[in-house]
């Protein structure tokens, strides 16, 4: 029954992971390029959530609300004023300025409101939990797990039956070609990030909950641990962002009761190289040949 529990508990964690690989599996998967501010984007969102509710007194669903929408219009302007420019540069030009846009989030968040943790309110979602004889779980993992399933079905039914959804599709093979057939290619790409970073502000409030402490390095190591879920399950595959990120949460949390926390950050990587080894796409991820 304990492994049950802390398998449980890896799964609520990796919701999280999965939400947040979510955002860079969309952003890979339609303009090719590694968005490594995307951790940075939900340090924003954890912040604007937590000033909401403790700075503005709003309840806690418009709070919500509001870092999905503060999130959505930073990850727009990013696009336009840092990434657009650099259509067509080469792939290492693109990921200095991600880094450089990272970091320029941290160091704004520091001038803003300091390096002083600040603490999430406890009261956005319900205490306790369910519980099943000597099995306890909390409200927040349950409800984190069905906010992921939900956005995952939302997604891949946007994706796949929506006249846009088919239009990301046709970016993400040829731009050049969607852009013959009457395809807005950079308002597909804005588009893109716009949902990416929505998701990035509920993987905030999220994370924000389970460890409350927030700071301008917030989104750091979950950034990474992201991006780590979306390269392990196929990185600009949904379902493979879906699954890398279950997989490294509940990796992570198995690691930390059965064998080291110490170690456990290790073991995750570990077995990304690993699996990487055996299948270099992912999971679910599709090796493409390129002619030459």
Request: hydrophobic share 55%.
């Amino acid at each position: 029954m304990q492994f049950l529990s802390y398998l449980i508990s890896g799964l609520g964690l990796g919701s999280v992971y999965a939400i947040m690989a979510l955002g860079y599996s969309m952003v890979y998967g339609i303009a090719k390029m590694l968005n490594f501010a995307h951790g940075d984007i939900i340090m924003v969102g954890a912040y604007v959530a937590f000033f909401a509710i403790s700075g503005a007194g709003m309840p806690p669903a418009v709070a919500i609300l509001l870092s999905i929408l503060a999130c959505t219009v930073l990850g727009v302007v990013i696009e336009r004023l840092a990434y657009k420019p650099l259509r067509e540069a080469s792939s290492l030009a693109v990921l200095i300025t991600a880094i450089g846009v990272s970091y320029f989030l941290e160091n704004g968040a520091l001038i803003l409101w300091g390096a002083d943790s600040k603490f999430f309110p406890s009261n956005i979602f319900p205490q306790g939990g369910l519980t099943l004889g000597s099995l306890s779980i909390s409200w927040l993992t349950i409800i984190t797990i069905a906010v992921c399933c939900i956005i995952m079905i939302l997604l891949m039914l946007f994706v796949g039956r929506t006249n846009t959804g088919r239009a990301m599709r046709a970016c993400s093979e040829d731009k050049g070609a969607a852009t013959l057939m009457g395809i807005n290619v950079n308002a597909i790409i804005s588009l893109t990030f716009a949902i990416g970073s929505g998701l990035a502000a509920v993987a905030a409030v999220l994370l924000a909950s389970t460890y409350p402490s927030i700071s301008p390095t917030l989104g750091a190591m979950p950034g990474i641990k992201a991006f780590t879920a979306a390269v392990l399950g196929g990185i600009g595959s949904i379902p493979g962002a879906f699954l890398g990120g279950l997989l490294l949460g509940v990796i992570e949390n198995l690691s930390k009761a059965y064998i080291s926390q110490q170690l456990s950050d290790a073991i995750v990587f570990g077995v990304l190289v690993v699996i990487l080894l055996i299948k270099p796409a992912g999971l679910l991820g599709r090796k493409v040949s390129e002619k030459v």
